[in-house]
């Protein structure tokens, strides 16, 4: 049973605990998640914090979810509005890869979660990143932000983000190597997490690639430290 | 724990903005946008928000120009005054102090985050921030405005200790830049000033001769 799955579980059944709860701090995503496009796949990442007002409800929460083999998204903004669509899109997509006897395409798993971000989007008040790898197009990133949909070399998202802006656009360069986009997305995270206290926790690092994905946790004192630390 | 709301104040800020400072051996490096915003017009597009308070101190104003520029006029006055009794240089330490004693006795009427900077000659080049609500830090770099928030990662990942005048120029005008290509309400061209023991050296950059970043 995947680590995701358990806290989803111990999410949905903590009642009281569910992070749209009333203050309006949850009305903000809450969070900081990152996708970027190297030379051959892609690589997501996020934070581990769910807070409910002052309070962390879970701080190792893994909000890189799989939607098929080869692509993920990773979830914002309500916690509860993000899981639903996430495990929406997962079934969708399996009928959708059965039907059409192969693996889906990337454009095709953002394009579902587009479909319902848009459908639902006074109701909803989630951004997932779709990223994964496909035989067609190879490693691609997808925003869905209240329901748009744009394909992007990377993609932030969350409140965390904000602190970040001005970093990835001066960090962030084409055809990086996998090593190399890897950590610029810890490095990101890390950042991100320092200045934003609804981000904090470990680091999650899902990499894809023609051979399949595979999934890293990087804890909190094997972060990278910066100049004040 | 201490309350800097300066990276939240901006949605309420009247006049929104991107501001830096940044200490370098023998001095200190201060930046701003030029943009002043009334709702979405910009009133002027550009601003002077590096505003002298003595011979070797500035502040960078964010918040609504009324208040800072009052504040600002009433803090040079006093620190004229301060000098002329003491018949010496005043310390950026105690520009920094009347900044704050200011803002924090009507913090519930203002609304201004400064960032004090200048040299003295007893502690050299000092960067002091009071940010909205009135506290008073030193740090080796701030920044302010409503733009601020976004350069935050590239700061803190970017600054080192000990880097040289012309680094420090570079730094500021990079961030600026950035800050300005993600905030709506920064802008403009990008004011720097040196400020070390020989004097006050300014620039500007126009907005052609930016530092480009490889965005898609």
Partial sequence: MREGAVNRYTLKNAGLFQPNFGAKKWTNPSTTIIAVTFDGGVVLGSDSRVSAGESVVNRVMNKLSPLHDQIYCALSGSAADAQTIAEIVNYQLDVHSIEVEDDPLVCSAATLVKNISYKYKEELSAHLIVAGWDRKKGGQVYATLNGLLSRQPFAIGGSGSFYINGFVDAEYRKNMTRRESQEFVVNALTLAMGRDDSSGGVAYVVTIDKDGAEEKCVLGNELPTFFDE | TLEACCSRAWTSCFNSTSIMAVEFEGGVVIGADSRTTTGAYIANR???????????????????????????????????????????????????????????????????????????????????????????????????????????????????????????????????????????????????????????????????????????
Wanted: include cysteine.
């Fill in chain 2, 46 to 216: 550009v601003t002077d928000k590096l505003t002298p308070i003595h011979e070797r101190i500035f502040c960078c104003r964010s918040g609504s120009a009324a208040d800072t520029q009052a504040i600002a006029d009433a803090v040079t006055y006093q620190l004229g005054f301060h000098s002329i009794e003491l018949d010496e240089a005043p310390l950026v330490q105690t520009a920094a102090s009347l900044f704050r004693e200011m803002c924090y006795r009507y913090r519930e009427e203002l609304m201004a985050g400064i960032i004090v900077a200048g040299w003295d000659p007893r502690r050299g080049g000092q960067v002091y921030t009071v940010p909205v609500g009135g506290m008073m830090t030193r740090q080796p770099v701030s920044v302010g405005g409503s733009g601020s928030s976004y350069i935050y990662g590239y700061v803190d990942s970017n600054y080192r200790a000990g880097m040289s005048k012309e680094e420090c120029l570079k730094f500021t005008a990079e961030a600026l830049t950035l800050a300005m290509e993600r905030d709506g309400s920064s802008g403009g061209v990008v004011r720097l000033a040196v400020v070390s023991e020989q004097g006050v050296e300014r620039q500007v950059i126009l907005g052609n001769q930016l530092p480009k970043f490889s965005t898609v």
